[in-house]
């Protein structure tokens, strides 16, 4: 989908008319009209407000499915050999290698503020962004998937 179009239906799923969608992002009604015509798009940091504001996970911003990504720390898991096992030994279906091992997180007892902290660096790296960013960017994806939302294994 594209982002116009998820911007469109996030507004629409929210009951909310470009208007009111312009004052909680604190931009024009002609900044939502123009994300919504495909003419200009939202930059990464109004995107990860829109996330914020309307509750919703940053992957609907991607084509990627959320079952591409760890569902503990948003890496992504094409390859097979990348993800995690199970206690039995078989392949973990949400989770990658470096997160879960053996039906276990490997970062036990840490909240998630704990686990941005302890790998925002490797984050940052792996991204080509700065700390901050990656701290920024983590803290808006992560409360979206399993392990922190509260509907993963723990």
């Not at 919703?56 to 591409?68: I, K, T």
């Not at 992504?76 to 997180?105: L, R």
Request: with cysteine.
């Amino acid at each position: 989908m594209a982002m116009k179009d998820t911007i469109a239906q996030i507004r629409t799923e929210k009951g909310i008319t470009q208007e009111q969608m312009a004052k909680d992002l604190y931009v024009t009604r002609q900044a939502v009209s123009r994300w919504e015509t495909g003419e200009t798009s939202p930059g990464i940091d109004m995107v990860k407000l829109i996330c914020v504001t309307y509750s919703v996970p940053l992957e609907r911003f991607f084509d990627m499915p959320l079952e591409y990504y760890c569902q503990c720390c948003s890496m992504p898991i094409p390859d097979p050999a990348m993800h995690g096992t199970e206690a039995d030994g078989s392949a973990s279906g949400s989770y990658c290698k470096f997160c879960y091992e053996g039906g276990e997180f490997t970062a036990k007892d840490v909240d998630m503020d704990e686990f941005i902290e302890a790998t925002a660096q490797l984050e940052a790296d792996a991204l080509g962004v700065t700390r901050e960013e990656a701290v920024s960017l983590m803290a808006t994806l992560l409360p979206h998937l399993e392990r922190w939302s509260g509907k993963g294994n723990d």
